[in-house]
């Protein structure tokens, strides 16, 4: 066996490089559109926004920092500047962990709950229109298949993997 052809790399098809550059165009294109809405409706990334969400789901709409940072898959560092802006605004607060010094919480105060309800409305409108009315129920379905698929593959196992939310 030929050494160079072993390290060539399996590149993709052109039916796969469509399909790769139409999903890369899409998500960005989503994306944008979603911080968009939020910036005009709420003065908030779509980041931010997760994090509410994320909150106000939450018993007693708080969660541990190291746990917000899993969910919304971000580095410790990013969700701690984030949350430093959501305290600015006083749509959350932080509390220490009386069972770890180290810990601290994250908090949706009434206030952010309150922006989080008026939000909501908007967003979802955002997501049905760019989404779910272009799509026929079973392409939906595909999606939703796809996706799952693509996160499970990406979600190391082990306990000594690199996951931005331990960085």
């Given at each position: 066996m030929n050494t160079a052809s072993a390290q060539e790399p399996r590149w993709l098809t052109d039916?796969?490089?469509?399909?790769?550059?139409?999903?890369?165009?899409?998500?960005?294109?989503l994306e944008d559109h979603l911080d968009r809405q939020l910036q005009r409706d709420a003065g908030m990334p779509h980041i931010y926004y997760g994090l509410l969400v994320q909150l106000a789901e939450a018993p007693r709409r708080r969660l541990r920092m190291t746990e917000l940072a899993m969910n919304a898959k971000i580095t410790?560092?990013?969700?701690?500047?984030?949350?430093?802006?959501?305290?600015?605004?006083?749509w959350v607060r932080r509390e220490d962990c009386s069972s770890d010094k180290r810990g601290q919480f994250a908090v949706l105060t009434d206030d952010g709950y309150e922006v989080l309800?008026?939000?909501?409305?908007?967003?979802?409108?955002?997501?049905?229109q760019a989404v779910f009315e272009r799509l026929s129920a079973d392409q939906q379905k595909a999606l939703g298949e796809a996706m799952?698929?693509?996160?499970?593959?990406?979600?190391p196992k082990d306990a000594g993997a690199d996951l931005p939310w331990l960085r």
């Open positions: 039916e796969e490089q469509r399909i790769w550059r139409a999903y890369m165009h899409a998500t960005t294109l410790r560092s990013r969700l701690s500047h984030a949350i430093a802006r959501l305290e600015k605004n006083g309800r008026r939000t909501a409305p908007g967003h979802v409108t955002a997501v049905r799952r698929i693509v996160a499970e593959g990406l979600q």
